[in-house]
């Protein structure tokens, strides 16, 4: 018997627009920690982690490990006709084949029931190891979210470049190059506000904006984003929600290639 | 002269390729360009799309709003000509029409007045209007012969609705193409047709290729079943197996050539020699001297190899179309002419880019010319008055009428100061006015849709005489486009900085702030370890996070299943199409396609990804 009451449903709205362009099928594994997926994106390349504590729920019954296969674009359909302040409870029996949704209003006056076919999906669930990171920058989601989508617009790649200085986000393409430099800022009014930078050793590492635009989906979920960033290991892009848990995008470094891929074109 | 035909799958993107549009046509050093595919709005062209010094072009692009019809056809030719003005070079046309019907082109309040082309009296004005909406033929003739720029529409076998406009559009080109060779016109048509005539012509044709109704519609048009058309590259090639001309980029094709031949050049009517009517000349023998397809062509741009990268990227880019020519010998000199006003440069939206220029030249020249004036502008009248010769009082009136045409004004103003070059200009006018009505040929053409030519010909009597002025524009668009392009691209500062910064930080890392990075980055992950603060087992902990990413990244790998044909990764996809399987993913060979003996090529392995609903 699996029982989780959401006060806050729009979170889970929100985390299902983060990932179901990256993730078209997933495993949601619940325990009696909390709610978690871990996925990749059809081209194993990326891989998502999502954490929802149990914490976070205002009921949380959880009698044994259980695993839902889901199709997040379906599921993404199913949690869309549910209001945004309405509280979402998610219940599954034991052995059953379907899991339900159910939404009510914040007057109670309105309860929808939605059941969803699950799937089985193989999946091996991988342990992703906490690592110490050469630098890591804490800065407004929505500013991250703008550099990515700006920098799309003119090439491909980008580069993530910190040193004491900043910050560094770089492109080049067909039309030219591009260079935005964020500088560590905690005189702000608000603390979400803040570009902090911690660096142990400076970095510098490429990757594809197409991933890194499906990240940004997540920016409705935070104010701000973390992203960790070490020569050897992939990047982690890292979305708190709420008080309860974590949306994580890894991803590992595009390798340079050869210099006539970037050079541009005359 | 050299004709050439060249889907480009998106003009913007092929200028961009080569820097500029002069750059891409002198790319083929050919007198016609006929480009499709230009996927361009009207509303869209500018000067550096349309515009390129020494040619002369003529835009047709997509009218319909209808869903998934905006944007994408869209046809346009380009002539290169040592100059636009009374001239007597062939390529230069001496009329030009947007669609085949005769019915574009005209505004809309003077609907009455457009003309339907001869031979096209059945079909009704929608019909006609319809396959004409989307952008898909310019006419331009060149005195010995008409040619059509078509972009043939493409339907798919599920499609009744494509299937039918179509059809239609073929139906309402061949009375079209019939009425002009009852005259004794010559034909070129060039395109993208969208029909592989002939087994021979499609990398896998099945036994029933050639049955298809279009396929069968195309081959009776050929002089081999007693139609009218010679298909030119047969006809010089007439054995040629794998001779394609387009590839189909989702699947990778071009890599095994494993295309289809429907990039085009037609021609029907008789040779340009006295003694046409003697057996054996036609114009494919005596006119034709080769005609190939151009599969050396860039059509992308260069260094992006290798093209197919297994399959990531399903849109190739780049055009999925080769260039096809052919060259003509002994086409001679035609009577003196002027570029018809269809011609880019008369374009509102181009000139409105060179009336703001004009405002400093004008400045200049505003001193020196007061005294002119009166006679120039009265030239001017001159002009128009003659270039209307057959009809005065209707060409006056429709010169009045705003149409299309809403730059108006503001040339009127700017030629009372263009004094020079307009007393000049004239002077050519009226000998280029004489000479078109004296050649009957010409105004036979022009007798089939007199209310169009006439009107066109007033409007440009009144523009020509601004086109001195504004001559040199372009050229300096394009210098300045091309050494923007041309700027190059260094990324200094992201290797310097590092390097400059590199040594102090390092140091700091052994010296002093271990101790605070740990308790910093711990205090969230394993703070009992780190409490010690050792640097080595740190450093430990890292290199087992580095081996637990390595065996992650290696499990993921593996988890794409392996083809059954090269044992190599595959490519996951998404079902597209509307049905059961919907939105459900599967793996196939990341190989491009190709003909199935060609082991190096496409597997066919499939496989759904491993999901499926739960049994009950």
């Given at each position: 018997m699996l029982e989780l009451r959401l006060v806050q449903g729009s979170l889970l709205k929100k985390v299902l627009e983060a990932i179901k362009d990256l993730v078209t099928d997933a495993n949601f594994d619940c325990s009696a920690t909390g709610f978690s997926l871990q996925a990749m994106d059809s081209s194993h390349v990326a891989l998502v982690a999502l954490l929802l504590r149990s914490?976070?729920?205002?009921h949380y019954r959880c009698d044994r490990n259980i695993s839902m296969g889901m199709n997040l674009n379906n599921m993404s359909k199913m949690l869309k006709?549910?209001?945004?302040d309405d509280i979402i409870t998610i219940k599954a029996d034991d052995g059953s084949d379907t899991v339900t949704f159910m939404f009510e209003s914040p007057t109670q006056d309105k309860i929808s029931d939605f059941e969803m076919k699950l799937m089985d999906i193989d999946s091996e669930h991988l342990g992703i190891p906490e690592a110490e990171y050469h630098a890591i920058v804490r800065m407004p989601s929505a500013e991250f979210a703008r550099i990515c989508k700006d920098l799309a617009s003119i090439g491909d790649t980008v580069v993530i470049s910190v040193t004491k200085e900043g910050v560094k986000f770089s492109t080049r393409g067909d039309i030219g190059t591009a260079n935005i430099v964020l500088r560590q800022n905690t005189?702000?009014?608000?603390?979400?506000e803040a570009t902090i930078i911690e660096m142990n050793e400076p970095v510098s590492l490429t990757f594809a904006l197409r991933y890194m635009n499906s990240f940004t989906?997540?920016?409705?979920?935070?104010?701000t984003v973390t992203i960790s960033l070490s020569s050897e290991l992939p990047v982690v892009v890292e979305y708190k929600i709420a008080e309860m848990g974590y949306i994580r995008f890894y991803l590992a470094p595009k390798i340079?290639?050869?210099?006539d891929e970037t050079k541009p074109q005359v | 002269m050299k004709i050439v035909t060249y889907n480009v799958n998106g003009l913007r993107q092929r200028i961009s390729q080569f820097g500029s549009l002069s750059k891409l046509l002198n790319?083929?050093?050919?007198?016609i360009i006929c480009i499709q595919?230009?996927?361009?709005?009207r509303q869209e062209l500018t000067a550096d799309l349309a515009i390129a010094d020494g040619y002369e072009s003529f835009f047709s692009c997509t009218r319909t709003s209808d869903k998934g019809r905006t944007g994408y056809s869209g046809v346009a030719t380009f002539c290169r000509v040592k100059?636009?003005?009374s001239s007597v070079e062939?390529?230069?046309?001496i009329a030009a029409e947007e669609g085949?019907?005769?019915?574009?082109?005209?505004?809309?309040?003077?609907e009455a007045a457009a003309s339907v082309a001869?031979?096209?009296?059945?079909?009704s004005r929608e019909e006609l209007l319809k396959v004409d909406s989307e952008g898909r033929c310019i006419i331009t003739d060149h005195g010995h012969f008409v040619l059509f720029n078509l972009y043939g529409p493409r339907a798919e076998s599920d499609d009744a609705d494509r299937i039918q406009f179509k059809f239609n559009f073929l139906k309402i080109l061949q009375k079209r193409w019939e009425s002009l060779l009852r005259r004794g016109r010559r034909i070129f048509v060039l395109g993208d047709?969208?029909?592989?005539?002939?087994?021979?012509?499609?990398?896998?044709?099945?036994?029933?290729?050639?049955?298809?109704e279009f396929r069968t519609w195309f081959r009776s048009m050929l002089v081999e079943s007693g139609?009218?058309?010679?298909d030119v590259f047969r006809a010089k090639n007439?054995?040629?197996?794998?001779?394609?001309?387009?590839?189909?980029?989702n699947t990778g094709a071009e890599q095994f050539n494993y295309g289809t031949r429907i990039d085009h050049i037609l021609c029907a009517g008789s040779c340009?020699?006295?003694?046409?009517?003697?057996?054996?000349?036609?114009l494919v023998t005596c006119h034709v001297e080769e005609c190939n397809i151009?599969?050396?062509?860039?059509r992308w741009k260069p260094g992006?190899?290798?093209?197919?990268?297994?399959?990531?990227?399903i849109k190739l880019e780049g055009s999925d179309h080769a260039p096809v020519y052919t060259s003509l010998v002994e086409i001679p000199d035609v009577s003196r002419h002027s570029t018809p006003?269809?011609?880019?440069?008369?374009?509102p939206m181009i000139h409105g880019l060179q009336t703001l220029v004009s405002v400093f030249k004008r400045r200049q020249a505003a001193k020196q010319v007061q005294s002119h004036l009166v006679s120039s502008s009265f030239s001017d009248e001159n002009i128009m008055v003659g270039g209307c010769s057959h009809s005065v009082n209707r060409s006056i009136t429709n010169c009045n009428v705003p149409g299309t045409y809403t730059s108006c004004c503001s040339l009127d103003e700017d030629c009372e100061h263009t004094i020079p070059q307009v007393d000049e200009q004239s002077e050519d006018l009226t000998e280029e006015v004489a000479c078109n009505t004296s050649i009957a040929f010409n105004r036979e053409y022009v007798s089939s849709m007199p209310n169009k030519e006439t009107k066109k010909r007033a409007r440009k009597s009144q523009q020509l005489s601004l086109r001195s002025f504004f001559q040199k524009i372009p050229n300096q668009d394009n210098t300045v486009d091309s050494s923007t392009t041309d700027t190059s691209t260094n990324q200094p500062g992201v290797v310097d900085s590092n390097d400059q910064s590199q040594e102090a930080p390092v140091m700091d890392y052994l010296g002093s702030s271990p101790k605070q990075n740990d308790t910093k980055l711990c205090a969230?992950?394993?703070g009992q370890e780190a409490q010690d603060g050792n640097c080595y087992l740190e450093k430990e902990r890292n290199n087992v996070a580095l081996v637990e990413w390595q065996r992650i990244q290696q499990l993921m790998q593996n988890s794409i299943p392996l083809c059954k044909g090269h044992r190599e990764p595959c490519v996951s996809r998404v079902v597209k199409?509307?049905?059961?399987?919907?939105?459900h993913r599967f793996y196939v060979c990341a190989r491009a396609e190709g003909?199935?003996?060609?082991?190096?090529?496409?597997?066919g392995y499939f496989r759904w990804a491993s999901v499926k609903s739960r049994p009950k």
């Open positions: 914490e976070g729920f205002e006709c549910a209001g945004n005189t702000v009014d608000k603390p979400e989906k997540a920016t409705p979920l935070s104010n340079e290639e050869d210099e | 790319s083929f050093d050919a007198d595919e230009t996927k361009l709005r100059s636009a003005f062939a390529a230069l046309p085949f019907t005769g019915l574009l082109g005209c505004s809309r309040k003077d001869e031979g096209l009296e059945e079909f047709l969208n029909i592989a005539p002939c087994a021979i012509d499609r990398c896998d044709a099945g036994p029933d290729f050639e049955k298809n139609g009218h058309f010679f007439p054995n040629r197996r794998e001779a394609f001309t387009c590839w189909p980029s340009l020699h006295e003694e046409h009517d003697v057996d054996g000349h036609n151009l599969t050396e062509y860039k992006n190899a290798p093209r197919w990268k297994g399959g990531w990227n006003s269809l011609a880019a440069r008369y374009l969230s992950s394993q199409k509307p049905g059961p399987t919907f939105g003909p199935s003996s060609n082991p190096e090529a496409n597997c």
